[in-house]
Protein backbone atom coordinates (compact mmCIF):
# COMPACT_ATOMS: atom_id res chain seq x y z
CA UNK A 1 0.00 0.00 0.00
CA UNK A 2 2.89 2.61 0.96
CA UNK A 3 4.23 2.10 -2.47
CA UNK A 4 1.40 2.55 -4.66
CA UNK A 5 0.65 5.42 -2.70
CA UNK A 6 3.14 6.95 -4.11
CA UNK A 7 1.86 6.67 -7.74
CA UNK A 8 -1.15 8.48 -6.20
CA UNK A 9 1.11 11.45 -4.76
CA UNK A 10 3.39 11.82 -7.76
CA UNK A 11 1.32 10.87 -11.46
CA UNK A 12 -2.30 10.72 -10.53
CA UNK A 13 -4.02 14.44 -12.22
CA UNK A 14 -7.63 15.09 -9.93
CA UNK A 15 -7.88 18.07 -11.78
CA UNK A 16 -11.10 17.53 -12.69
CA UNK A 17 -12.28 15.74 -9.69
CA UNK A 18 -11.51 18.93 -7.94
CA UNK A 19 -13.11 21.05 -10.38
CA UNK A 20 -16.30 19.05 -9.93
CA UNK A 21 -16.64 20.10 -6.54
CA UNK A 22 -19.49 22.60 -6.21
CA UNK A 23 -20.12 22.82 -2.57
CA UNK A 24 -18.41 24.75 0.13
CA UNK A 25 -15.00 22.89 0.73
CA UNK A 26 -12.13 23.20 3.65
CA UNK A 27 -8.41 22.20 2.15
CA UNK A 28 -6.47 21.84 5.70
CA UNK A 29 -2.57 21.46 5.36
CA UNK A 30 0.45 22.16 6.96
CA UNK A 31 3.38 24.38 5.74
CA UNK A 32 6.23 21.77 6.95
CA UNK A 33 4.61 18.86 5.35
CA UNK A 34 7.46 16.63 3.96
CA UNK A 35 5.28 13.81 2.30
CA UNK A 36 2.93 16.04 0.06
CA UNK A 37 4.58 19.47 -0.66
CA UNK A 38 1.71 22.54 0.25
CA UNK A 39 2.48 24.23 -3.09
CA UNK A 40 1.93 21.40 -5.43
CA UNK A 41 -1.07 20.77 -3.43
CA UNK A 42 -3.09 22.31 -1.12
CA UNK A 43 -2.58 25.74 -2.75
CA UNK A 44 -2.83 23.99 -6.40
CA UNK A 45 -6.56 22.55 -5.39
CA UNK A 46 -7.76 25.92 -3.50
CA UNK A 47 -7.22 27.21 -7.14
CA UNK A 48 -9.21 24.78 -8.80
CA UNK A 49 -12.10 24.24 -6.26
CA UNK A 50 -14.98 26.96 -6.33
CA UNK A 51 -15.85 28.25 -2.77
CA UNK A 52 -12.52 26.51 -1.27
CA UNK A 53 -10.91 28.01 2.25
CA UNK A 54 -7.45 27.07 2.84
CA UNK A 55 -6.45 26.58 6.27
CA UNK A 56 -2.92 26.40 6.56
CA UNK A 57 -0.76 25.36 10.20
CA UNK A 58 1.90 27.14 10.28
CA UNK A 59 5.25 24.39 11.18
CA UNK A 60 2.51 21.25 10.37
CA UNK A 61 3.25 18.47 9.26
CA UNK A 62 1.56 15.22 7.78
CA UNK A 63 -0.90 13.96 9.31
CA UNK A 64 -2.82 17.13 11.35
CA UNK A 65 -5.78 15.15 12.06
CA UNK A 66 -3.88 12.85 14.76
CA UNK A 67 -0.74 15.49 15.03
CA UNK A 68 -2.97 18.50 16.13
CA UNK A 69 -6.49 16.70 16.61
CA UNK A 70 -7.86 19.31 18.76
CA UNK A 71 -7.02 22.54 16.63
CA UNK A 72 -7.99 19.98 13.64
CA UNK A 73 -11.43 19.27 14.69
CA UNK A 74 -12.18 22.91 16.30
CA UNK A 75 -11.54 24.24 12.20
CA UNK A 76 -13.50 21.59 11.19
CA UNK A 77 -16.23 22.21 12.96
CA UNK A 78 -16.18 26.32 13.22
CA UNK A 79 -16.33 25.79 9.12
CA UNK A 80 -19.02 23.03 9.13
CA UNK A 81 -21.42 26.06 11.34
CA UNK A 82 -20.23 28.51 8.84
Known sequence: GQYDCIREF????????????????????GDDDQIVPIKASAHRAAEI????????????????AQLQAEEFNNDVLAFIRG
Open 49 to 64: VDDATLKIYEGGGHGL
Open 10 to 29: SEVDYTGDLKAIKVPTLIVH
